[in-house]
């Protein structure tokens, strides 16, 4: 585990050499450039690209499987889906407990809260990642519009 | 009162290095089956020969080891009609190392090579169906025996090097296999229950692919769901981990071919 972080030393090197303004996001995913976000006492505080979130299109998000896929591992107060995962804590009242600069945070790269956690970094600095698939290189799991709006969604579970 | 006396120093002695020991091997995980995590119904399936459609792989396999190579002359010309001349220790305890090649052999490497040079070919490339049946057939025959893969001395390093994978971050998921295998084993994943990644059942067939897979398949299947780029299926890589993985479970009964999610 070590080496592999060491690893990726050269790679954040590099990466703040060039500042990454370019990237496009996941296959499926309309492309959208990438937006730096800045971490504050765990929290994002400022929406990605200034971007305003929809929580009834960050619900849809949420529940698809090909897209942000929160239901594999937390339980979601979507009574239509059938298999929800336990690897993560359910997310249901999550709005009431966390800041929304803090889900944002965790949907972001949720390492930043445990750095041996499975969730996906949906928003995690590309050129931090090993082999990715030739086709999702360069790419985020969801764009910045995508993340703001699975923000608005776990805002509005009071 | 006198508590430290000779025999109690000596007593302590003794038992701190055997704490130690326990602690350690409580850290430690025990190898738990893949058939463990499975419902009800699907481990009835698997020791079911005729509803386990992973027979059907076993049964091609087993046509295709007394099909005559070019040379005429086929696997069970050396190993008996349905291979009952072959050491069913010896194939629980693959990969093992060939000193000739001076590198792990895996069992499916094995069958590639006395297909070659045994009986002349024709060659069957590694990712092939056939080279499947044929490793599923011969592991088959293994079934109910104590995995038993030898790591110590020159296989030292391919084990280290498989381990170093098992516990690297890939993909853009960016997770390694041992934090959902080894953390989150028997915890649901939308609805499938994590195992341990065990490989005592493979080749198997896997029921959400609906097909039959081997090790190497089988790391491709995690590695495309963790969004990485796969290697071959006769790479260096997945040859360690095959070394790595199956040396894991030793001491698990092998199950090919098992049914897994």
């Known amino acids: 585990m070590q080496k592999t972080r060491l690893f990726r030393l050269p790679l954040l090197f590099a990466a703040s050499l060039i500042i990454p303004t370019t990237y496009a996001t996941d296959a499926s995913s309309p492309v959208q450039p990438y937006y730096e976000w800045k971490v504050e006492n765990y929290e994002i505080k400022q929406p990605l690209g200034g971007?305003?979130?929809n929580a009834v299109r960050g619900k849809?998000?949420?529940?698809?499987?090909?897209?942000?896929?929160?239901?594999?591992?937390?339980?979601?107060?979507?009574?239509?889906?059938?298999?929800?995962?336990?690897?993560g804590p359910p997310l249901t009242?999550?709005?009431?407990?966390?800041?929304?600069g803090m889900i944002r945070l965790h949907v972001v790269d949720q390492s930043r809260f445990n750095p041996e956690?499975?969730?996906?970094?949906?928003?995690?600095?590309?050129?931090?990642?090993?082999?990715?698939?030739?086709?999702?290189?360069?790419?985020?799991?969801?764009?910045?519009q995508e993340i703001e709006d699975v923000v608005a969604y776990l805002t509005s579970l009071k | 009162m006198k508590i430290l006396t000779l025999s109690n120093c000596f007593f302590f002695a003794l038992t701190l290095p055997l704490t130690t020991i326990t602690l350690s091997a409580a850290h430690?995980?025990?190898?738990?089956?893949?058939?463990?995590?499975?419902?009800?119904?699907?481990?009835?399936?698997?020791?079911?020969?005729?509803?386990?459609?992973?027979?059907?792989?076993?049964?091609?396999?087993?046509?295709?080891?007394?099909?005559?190579?070019?040379?005429?002359?086929?696997?069970?010309?050396?190993?008996?009609?349905?291979?009952?001349?072959?050491?069913?220790?010896?194939?629980?305890?693959?990969?093992?190392?060939?000193?000739?090649?001076?590198?792990?052999l895996t069992l499916r490497g094995q069958i590639l090579l006395c297909q070659d040079e045994r009986i002349g070919g024709p060659s069957l490339e590694h990712s092939s169906a056939e080279a499947l049946q044929l490793e599923a057939f011969v592991r088959r025959l293994a079934l109910g025996e104590t995995v038993n893969v030898d790591v110590s001395g020159e296989m030292a390093p391919y084990y280290e090097a498989g381990k170093n994978l098992f516990h690297t971050r890939w993909g853009q998921v960016d997770i390694a296999c041992h934090q959902c295998h080894v953390y989150h084993a028997g915890r649901?994943?939308?609805?499938?229950?994590?195992?341990?990644?065990?490989?005592?059942?493979?080749?198997?067939?896997?029921?959400?692919?609906?097909?039959a897979v081997s090790t190497p398949e089988r790391i491709t299947g995690c590695l495309a769901n963790l969004r990485a780029e796969p290697y071959a299926s006769?790479?260096?890589?997945?040859?360690?981990?095959?070394?790595?993985?199956?040396?894991?479970?030793?001491?698990?009964?092998?199950?090919t071919p098992g049914i897994r999610y």
């Not at chain 2, 010309?77 to 194939?91: A, F, V």
């Not at chain 2, 360690?240 to 479970?249: F, S, T």
């Open chain 1, 51 to 53: 971007l305003e979130g």
């Open chain 1, 60 to 87: 849809a998000i949420a529940g698809n499987q090909s897209r942000g896929n929160c239901l594999a591992c937390h339980l979601l107060p979507i009574p239509e889906e059938p298999f929800f995962g336990n690897l």
């Open chain 1, 93 to 100: 009242g999550i709005g009431s407990r966390q800041s929304t």
């Open chain 1, 117 to 144: 956690t499975v969730m996906p970094g949906y928003y995690r600095t590309p050129a931090q990642l090993n082999r990715v698939a030739k086709a999702l290189k360069g790419k985020t799991w969801l764009n910045a």
């Open chain 2, 28 to 104: 430690a995980q025990q190898p738990v089956s893949g058939y463990d995590y499975l419902t009800p119904e699907m481990q009835e399936m698997q020791i079911d020969d005729f509803g386990n459609p992973g027979m059907l792989t076993v049964d091609a396999g087993e046509i295709l080891f007394s099909t005559a190579g070019k040379n005429g002359k086929s696997c069970a010309s050396c190993h008996g009609e349905d291979g009952s001349k072959l050491d069913i220790k010896h194939i629980a305890s693959y990969p093992v190392y060939s000193t000739e090649l001076k590198k792990p």
């Open chain 2, 188 to 211: 649901t994943f939308r609805g499938q229950t994590l195992s341990q990644g065990q490989s005592n059942g493979f080749p198997g067939y896997r029921y959400t692919a609906g097909q």
């Open chain 2, 234 to 255: 006769d790479s260096v890589e997945y040859i360690n981990l095959e070394v790595y993985m199956n040396a894991r479970g030793n001491g698990l009964k092998i199950e």
